[in-house]
């Protein structure tokens, strides 16, 4: 269980800082940064970019080393706050950055299921952090699901089966954390926004998709792939007693200049970005 830190950076009424930084509403993002090719530039790029937006907490995967993690942190400096696992090999790949003080993090590995795969060494698992963010805590999931080699999310598959063992693992975290605090799930879950997978999860934990009336890929169509379906997610669930609500957006979908003046993609993916407003 997650305990609370609560009030710590309350400001007065209506007007709530961390220094001189006044935050009206939280932004969160999720992305998966992709591990091949040209990682340091474009870690470096991302970064930057990064630093020059106004999130909140940014919720990272495929970062895999911890000097990767390392890159990002001294790239986007605005984000003093930071939480990883593991030594060389990051656990599950996962970086979650925070504006804001995270009071304690773990990381919980998934089962270990076949098929054999390379995916396996990545170790992957979800990352269960409480940020203290101004209007309260907040319990975020940061987490990368295995990937469906057979791009097949029937119920009998083989790997929407995994994805579905993966998901009741999360679906046990969540219903662990205290009514009392508001939780967000982000980050590349591998099921499609359509599928019975991620909607019987969805049913079981009480969350909300906040792109769920959007069908855009939020994987980068490509000449083999040319019509990915949405497998980057933010799910939400209130605190008792209060809502949370907000809109959300896909975004880094453009080119970027790297250092070197090269012009790249940041991912394979795009970026996901919550508007979350808790009110009560």
Not at 69 to 88: E, M, N, Q
């Amino acid at each position: 269980m997650i305990n609370a830190v609560r009030g710590s950076l309350r400001g007065p009424r209506g007007h709530r800082t961390e220094g001189d930084k006044s935050v009206k509403a939280l932004r969160l993002l999720t992305m998966n940064t992709l591990f091949t090719g040209d990682v340091p530039a474009r870690l470096r790029a991302l970064g930057a970019a990064l630093d020059r937006a106004d999130y909140d907490i940014v919720c990272l995967q495929e970062v895999m080393f911890r000097r990767n993690a390392r890159l990002i942190r001294r790239a986007a400096p605005a984000y003093r706050h930071c939480a990883y696992s593991g030594t060389v090999l990051l656990k599950g790949g996962l970086v979650l950055l925070s504006r804001w003080p995270i009071s304690r993090w773990r990381f919980v590995r998934y089962p270990m299921t076949g098929p054999v795969r390379g995916e396996l060494l990545m170790r992957k698992g979800a990352q269960l952090a409480s940020v203290a963010t101004p209007d309260g805590e907040l319990v975020v999931v940061n987490t990368h699901l295995s990937a469906n080699r057979d791009d097949d999310w029937a119920p009998t598959n083989r790997y929407t089966r995994i994805a579905g063992d993966e998901l009741a693992r999360i679906a046990g975290l969540v219903a662990a954390v205290e009514p009392s605090l508001p939780v967000a799930v982000a980050g590349d879950l591998n099921v499609p926004r359509d599928s019975a997978a991620l909607a019987h999860f969805v049913a079981t934990t009480g969350l909300r998709d906040v792109l769920a009336d959007d069908t855009r890929p939020t994987y980068r169509p490509t000449p083999r792939w040319p019509s990915p379906p949405a497998l980057d997610h933010v799910l939400v669930r209130a605190a008792a007693g209060e809502t949370l609500t907000g809109g959300a957006d896909l975004v880094f979908q453009d080119e970027v200049t790297l250092a070197d003046g090269r012009r790249a993609y940041l991912s394979d993916h795009y970026g996901v970005q919550a508007h979350l407003i808790r009110s009560r």
